[in-house]
T-cell receptor
Framework: GAVVSQHPSWVICKSGTSVKIECRSL??????MFWYRQFPKQSLMLMAT?????????EQGVEKDKFLINHASLTLSTLTVTSAHPEDSSFYIC????????????FGAGTRLSVL | AQSVTQPDIHITVSEGASLELRCNYS??????LFWYVQSPGQGLQLLLK??????LVQGIKGFEAEFKRSQSSFNLRKPSVHWSDAAEYFC????????????FGTGTSLTVIP
């Protein structure tokens, strides 16, 4: 149980375009989902915390207009990278915590974004 | 300030040898502690967690970890490493009261020599 699906796993886009990444909890309801960014050989950097039905909370230094987060249901959160640039190329990972066990995060497989 | 330190950036062990990955944390409240494993190009898989009770916790794939409050440590161990254990390992600490901010260490990369 507690499977988190992230799609797509890899996306290549042109500079200036927008890319949407989906994060779904397949077999549980997630009140809270998290979006992380990971640079090569580095740890995860929390970008934002997303609660169902409310605005996401962004970490300091993360542009909310650049990284749009929507959490419309208890099983789906989306991250849209708007007007992507090469410096946005990275590995993006989402995680979700259960309604009944908020202290555990289950992670998606990640999305590798390459902006040309 | 909350932080997690994994002193070893990279560890190489021979297959069949024992393994210990170090993790030290600084946290202002009662922590929940986690170890995750990440294979190349993949997300993170939860190996084990400590919330309370017995300070030696068992996880998946034969891993265990011991919480030592006096040393602020939560080291991961495995008695006999398999080649498939080669991966990146992350220690994390989270709050006991809510399910929000996790703090991750910088990770330890494990190489297993046949």
């Amino acid at each position: 149980g507690a499977v988190v699906s992230q799609h797509p796993s890899w996306v290549i886009c042109k500079s200036g375009t927008s890319v949407k990444i989906e994060c779904r909890s397949l077999d549980f309801q997630a009140t809270t989902m998290f979006w992380y960014r990971q640079f090569p050989k580095q740890s995860l950097m929390l970008m934002a915390t997303s609660n169902e039905g409310s605005k996401a909370t962004y970490e300091q230094g993360v542009e909310k207009d650049k990284f749009l987060i929507n959490h419309a249901s208890l099983t789906l959160s989306t991250l849209t990278v708007t007007s992507a640039h090469p410096e946005d190329s990275s590995f993006y990972i989402c995680s979700a915590s259960l309604v009944i066990a908020k202290n555990i995060q289950y992670f998606g497989a990640g999305t590798r974004l390459s902006v040309l | 300030a909350q932080s997690v330190t994994q002193p070893d950036i990279h560890i190489t062990v021979s297959e069949g040898a024992s393994l210990e990955l170090r993790c030290n944390y600084s946290y202002g409240a009662t922590p929940y502690l986690f170890w995750y494993v990440q294979s190349p190009g993949q997300g993170l898989q939860l190996l084990l967690k400590y919330f309370s009770g017995d300070t030696l916790v068992q996880g998946i794939k034969g891993f265990e970890a011991e919480f030592k409050r006096s040393q602020s440590s939560f080291n991961l161990r495995k008695p006999s490493v398999h080649w498939s254990d080669a991966a990146e390992y992350f220690c994390a600490v989270g709050p006991a009261s809510t399910g929000n901010q996790f703090y991750f260490g910088t990770g330890t990369s494990l190489t297993v020599i046949p």
